[in-house]
């Protein structure tokens, strides 16, 4: 392939315009009096108030945020409104120690990395403390179908999260928590841009009755995106004839809360998320205009009921049910269906829980222990089908004259697990946290998961913080049956093919532990400052690799030469830092909140033919940006995100993606009528040309080109 060209990203007018975004905009002058309605944007906790928030992902418990173990980072709405998020993407997309490499791939769009290891499915997402993330563990998109237009605040911890969450709490938790405060309104936001880009989404806070609250809310997206064909050329001059470059995206979801006082909740989340089977793809080797996309629904229902049976003694019991479907017009038209309509997928994997919990809490001391039973119906995503699944079986491989017969997998399963949870205080300045987990899977058999951690309060505003954990990631039904592949048209019996991707379903659990240590400096009511060290080990990582030997008979009458499958493989060491600031500056005409962090990770994947560096991973990152607030009227938010080399995926050894440097703009008109905001969008405001990894091969781009500068407008209307 043309390889990316590094001296993209080092041109000296980079740096100049940077300079002037970030100190320029504090000098301005006029800061009025506020008046009339103060808008959700602006309301928000000052840093002096951050030990003190309430959080509750870390230990499952309501708690401070000074008192949590390990590293938990929170984005408020404040924040989520200065900055512009839209989806859970763009704001992780700006988390120290995080990757997202977008347009990296067919079915998922993007790939997440945490810490150095990758994998969307190995990133735990909760709304509300309920999972909302595939209920078996398969790795999805993290796109449009995780919005953030109905969240008071998302809380991020990082590290094994198995202790308290069992299977795939591998790389760390995410928790949306929906705004439920009457006080924050409802509206209506309508967006509109350039590359055919459509968004909207509403969403209604409203009392019922004396002792009730109801969130309703939703959201759609239409996005034709630019034609990389144009911004590119040199990678699409191999485009087939009478093919051209379009790769279209849609979302949609819908969400719904209510609470019964402080006693029972009630919600349903639906999502629903296409993308083109080609992203990332390479052009001779798929139809971009073939219209075959990767159509993806999620669904969860869940109830909450809470008591307290004394001052010390509290309790709750959660049930959820949940559903992953891959819709069945999905379908892939490349270089293995012929460049014909004939590789459509079906996947539909459930998953029913309940979870019991007790807390006891007195005099400093808190105990927390917890029960979880799931039960799991998987059917994994099928091979490719000669039609859609909906319209019925037999099916038959595509070129096989209707002889070779596709197998259906389905498995079901169930897993009980235990927890315990103890935190406590050692005289005034230390806190104690103890916890273990007992898992039982029918198919993976016992896993036991411990935890360990200490806070030390070292003065006013400083907490150091050290935590030990461990998780695994019991392989889900996709990973042991994912299978794939084709047989060659017209070849004599028995048919033959090149290449198959066959089951293994013999998989282990992958196995993390990790290390620590995390201090939190809030020297006055307008700075806070943290600084992380980590260092993981995680073992039985699968990846996909060849074989041992051919399993030449996977489909019975047929000759497949070379086969693949995942396997556990790797062993992955990582070690990392990470820094971070918060600090606002305002006076008689501005404010201006500045917000950055750091991050360094480095390692390896051993276990292979050779060690690799850690795939899809940059080792150096920057995120840098200010708000600047101006007579409680305009805002503007610019942001920089640097990333050092990218590291290609395990099947290319040491090919490395160069770095980039990104510059996005948000500004925001405030109050322009009683209750209406205007907002501008700048992506990619320098319009630079730069790379994500993707998934190499003979297949897709090593280096997937990412998008130019996109320009959108949009209202927010309040009501």
Known sequence: ?????????????????????????????????????????????????????????????????????????????????????????????????????????????????????????????????????????????????????????????????????????????????????????????????????????????????????????????????????????????????????????????????????DSASLGWNHSRYSAPTSIGAKPDGVLYSAGAEYITQLDTLWGEWRWHLDDALSGRVSLDWSQHETDPNSEFVNAYTNFEHSGYKYSRNQRWHIEPQLTWERSGQRVIAGLNLEWFDAQPKTANLPHPYDQGGPFYYPNSDNKLAIEIFRQRYQNKGAYVQYSGELGERTLLHLGVRYDSNSVYGASVTPRAGINYTIGTGMVLKYLYGESFLAPSPFFAYENWGGFNAGSPAPLTSYYFHVPNTNLQPERLNSHELRLIYTPTADLELNAGLYRLHAQDIIYRTDTPSVVSGFVPGGTIYWTAYNDNIGVLDAVGIDLGFDYTLQGSGWKTRYFGNASYTDGELSGLAQNVPLPFVSRGKVNLGLTHTLKNTWQITPKLRWVSNAQGPVDNGRVSIPGHTVVDLYARWLGIGKKTDLFLRVDNLLDRRYYSVGDGGSGGFTGSPQEPRRITLGVTIGF
Request: charged share 20%; hydrophobic share 35%; glycine share 8%.
């Open 1 to 261: 392939m043309n390889q990316p060209n590094p001296q993209l990203i080092s041109q000296p007018r980079i740096r100049l315009a940077v300079f002037l975004l970030f100190v320029a905009a504090p000098f301005s002058d006029g800061y009025a009096a506020e008046e009339g309605r103060e808008l959700n944007s602006l309301l928000g906790m000052d840093l002096g108030q951050l030990l003190n928030l309430q959080v509750s992902t870390a230990s499952r418990h309501a708690e401070r945020y000074s008192s949590t173990p390990g590293t938990l980072l929170v984005v408020s709405r404040q924040q989520i409104r200065e900055r512009g998020y839209r989806t859970l993407a763009e704001l992780l997309a700006d988390m120290p120690s995080v990757d997202v490499q977008n347009l990296s791939d067919g079915t998922s769009n993007n790939r997440v990395a945490v810490r150095g290891v990758v994998g969307n499915n190995k990133l735990l997402i909760l709304q509300d403390g309920v999972r909302i993330s595939s209920p078996t563990g398969d790795p999805i998109a993290l796109m449009d179908n995780f919005p953030l237009y109905h969240v008071r605040q998302v809380e991020v911890v990082y590290g094994p999260a198995s202790a308290l969450y069992g299977a795939d709490a591998f790389t760390g938790v995410v928790n949306l928590i929906t705004d439920m405060d009457t006080a924050s309104g409802s509206e209506i936001t309508l967006e509109g841009g350039e590359f055919g880009h459509r968004y909207s989404h509403f969403n209604l806070i409203k009392p019922v009755g004396e002792n009730a609250r109801l969130q309703f809310g939703g959201h759609w997206r239409e996005d034709d995106n630019a034609d990389l064909s144009k911004s590119y050329p040199e990678l699409f001059s191999t485009l087939r004839a009478g093919d051209s470059y379009r790769q279209p995206t849609a979302s949609r979801s819908l969400n719904a809360r209510l609470d019964w006082s």
